[in-house]
C-alpha cells in the first residue's frame, strides 16, 4: 500500500528535534506514511495556512493569536503536545543587561528591581509576554510597572542588551548561551522558573484530515511521541547521533546543541498536552483585551488523537 501523505508545518528550531528525529531515524516510514515539510519562523505563522486548508498538521506556539482563531470557530484541533516549561527542561530563556544585573538583577527572586526597566519583547500575545508577566508578579509588579519596547527580534537582541538599550530580553536556546558566554548579557530566568508547566507549543490538525485521515495522525503522533522520548533520553544523556540530527536540521553547530543540554525544550512523555495551563492561558489574554473571549475546552482540543497513540504504542512499538 502507497504511504499516505501528510502536510507539516514546522519551525527550524531545536524545539522540533522530535520531528527531525522520526524523519531521520525512519520512523514515519515505519508507519506507512509520508510528510512533507513547510517551515516557518514562528508556529502562529503556519495557523492561517493550516486554516486555509494547505496543510494538514502544524506545529503552534500558544500565543493570543492561537485563541483568538479557535474562539472564532475555526475547525482545527490541537491534538498533542508540542514543548512545554518542565521544571529544569523550561527552554524560554530570559536575559538581563550586564547594567542591570550590577544593580542587583540576578534572578527572579530579584524581579522587584526590574521596576522602570526596558523589556524588548518581539510581538504582542505571545508567550513570552505572558511569561514576562508572571515572573513580575514573582517581584510584586505589574505589566504598567515597566516598559514595554514592542517590535524586538531576537537576533537584535543580543546588541540592544549589550549597549543597555533594553534591560531584559527573550532569547532561545541555544542563542542565550552563546550571548553570556561572550559577555553581552546575563541568563536572568527561564520559563519554567515564571510558571512550571506552561504549555509553549502545541500540534494542532485542520477538521478535514481530524475527520478523513484520523488514522494517518494518529500514526504521525506515534511517530512525534517516540521520537520525543528519544528526544528527551538525549538530552539528559548525551547521544552523538540525535545531537548530529539536530545540528544538521537547524544548522547549529553540534556543540552548541550539546551545551544547551538539558534545556531543548520539555516533552512529557505520554505525549498530553497541560490542559489547565492552556485554558489558563486563553483566561488571560481575553483579560488582557487581547481576544474578545477564551474559547471553551471543546473548542480547542481533540486529544484522542494522542491518547490511542500513547496506547498503541504501549501494545506494540514499532520503533523499537
Known amino acids: 500500500m502507497a504511504p499516505e501523505q501528510l502536510r507539516v508545518g514546522i519551525v527550524p528550531y531545536i524545539s522540533s528535534g522530535p520531528t527531525f528525529i522520526a524523519i531521520a531515524k525512519g520512523y514515519f516510514d515505519k508507519v506507512n506514511l509520508k510528510i512533507t515539510t513547510q517551515s516557518f519562523a514562528d508556529g502562529g505563522l503556519a495557523i492561517?495556512?493550516?486554516?486555509?486548508?494547505?496543510?494538514?498538521v502544524t506545529v503552534s506556539t500558544c500565543s493570543a493569536g492561537l485563541f483568538n482563531t479557535l474562539a472564532k470557530g475555526a475547525p482545527f484541533r490541537l491534538i498533542m503536545d508540542r514543548s512545554q516549561e518542565l521544571p529544569?527542561?523550561?527552554?524560554?530563556?530570559?536575559?538581563?543587561?550586564?547594567?542591570?544585573?550590577?544593580?542587583?538583577?540576578?534572578?527572579?527572586a530579584q524581579m522587584a528591581k526590574a521596576k522602570g526597566s526596558i523589556i524588548g519583547i518581539?510581538?504582542?500575545?505571545?508567550?513570552?509576554?505572558?511569561?514576562?508577566?508572571?515572573?513580575l508578579e514573582k517581584g510584586g509588579l505589574t505589566p504598567d510597572d515597566v516598559e514595554w519596547q514592542w517590535g524586538v527580534a531576537g537576533n537584535s537582541s543580543p546588541q540592544l542588551l549589550g549597549a543597555n538599550r533594553i534591560g531584559i530580553a527573550n532569547?532561545?536556546?541555544?542563542?542565550?548561551f552563546a550571548v553570556e558566554k561572550r559577555g553581552a548579557a546575563k541568563i536572568l530566568f527561564w520559563g519554567d522558573e515564571a510558571q512550571p508547566g506552561a504549555q509553549v507549543g502545541l500540534w494542532a490538525a485542520s477538521g478535514e484530515a481530524r475527520t478523513r485521515r484520523r488514522s494517518a495522525l494518529v500514526r504521525f503522533a506515534m511517530a512525534q511521541l517516540q521520537a520525543a522520548r528519544d528526544f528527551m533520553k538525549a538530552a539528559s544523556d548525551s547521544n552523538p547521533e540525535i545531537n548530529r540530527i539536530l545540528a544538521e536540521a537547524t544548522q547549529l553547530p553540534p556543540e552548541l546543541i550539546e551545551g544547551a543540554r538539558p534545556r531543548w525544550s520539555g516533552y512529557p512523555l505520554d505525549g498530553m498536552p497541560n490542559v489547565a495551563s492552556v485554558m489558563e492561558q486563553g483566561a488571560f489574554w481575553a483579560k488582557a483585551g487581547l481576544i474578545p473571549k477564551a474559547p471553551t475546552p471543546a473548542e480547542t482540543f481533540d486529544l484522542g488523537i494522542a491518547e490511542e497513540a500513547r496506547k498503541r504504542l504501549d501494545d506494540r512499538n514499532p520503533f523499537v
Not at 48 to 56: F, H, R, S, V, W
Not at 89 to 103: I, Y
Not at 171 to 176: G, Q, T
Open 48 to 56: 492561517p495556512i493550516l486554516t486555509a486548508g494547505e496543510l494538514d
Open 88 to 108: 529544569q527542561r523550561g527552554s524560554q530563556c530570559f536575559m538581563v543587561s550586564n547594567e542591570l544585573h550590577a544593580k542587583g538583577l540576578t534572578s527572579i
Open 122 to 135: 518581539s510581538v504582542r500575545g505571545s508567550i513570552s509576554q505572558l511569561l514576562y508577566t508572571k515572573a
Open 171 to 176: 532569547l532561545p536556546v541555544p542563542l542565550c
